[in-house]
């Protein structure tokens, strides 16, 4: 299992910044890194893959409506996840979630692969 905290969410106007923060614990014997990726669920739409990558190296994926804006990114001596938003847009509102899996993953941005989630932090974008 792999605890989750986020933060960092707040209310931006259109084109400003933001970062998100995911403090994660990993309670495995053999403290394989995990998997972690970056949700967001807008009011009335469904909970969708905005980044991912692995914890213990590779490359980052990204949604398409984020691709070039966002970057999500982690610090192992930390243990946090990160997720730096830029250009920010009103459609970017939502509830963001923090999500992690020990278990291998074949789609990285499907929320059924992942089996810890964040308590989730409010992002809000004005025009």
């Known amino acids: 299992q792999v605890l989750l905290v986020e933060s960092g969410g707040g209310s931006v106007q259109a084109g400003g910044s933001l970062r998100l923060a995911c403090a994660y614990s990993?309670?495995?014997?053999?403290?394989?890194?995990?998997?972690m990726a970056w949700f967001r669920r807008a009011p009335g739409k469904e909970r969708e893959g905005v980044a991912s990558?692995?914890?213990?190296?590779?490359?980052?994926l990204y949604a398409d409506s984020v691709k070039g804006r966002f970057t999500i990114s982690h610090d192992n001596a930390k243990d946090r996840l990160y997720l730096q938003m830029d250009a920010l847009k009103p459609e970017d509102t939502a509830m963001y979630y923090c999500?992690?899996?020990?278990?291998?993953?074949?789609?990285?941005?499907?929320?059924?692969?992942?089996?810890?989630w964040g308590q989730g932090t409010q992002v809000t974008v004005s025009s």
């Open positions: 999500a992690a899996t020990n278990r291998g993953v074949g789609y990285p941005l499907s929320r059924d692969e992942y089996t810890s």
């Open positions: 990993t309670y495995t014997r053999t403290r394989m890194r995990p998997y």
């Open positions: 990558l692995y914890s213990g190296g590779g490359s980052a």
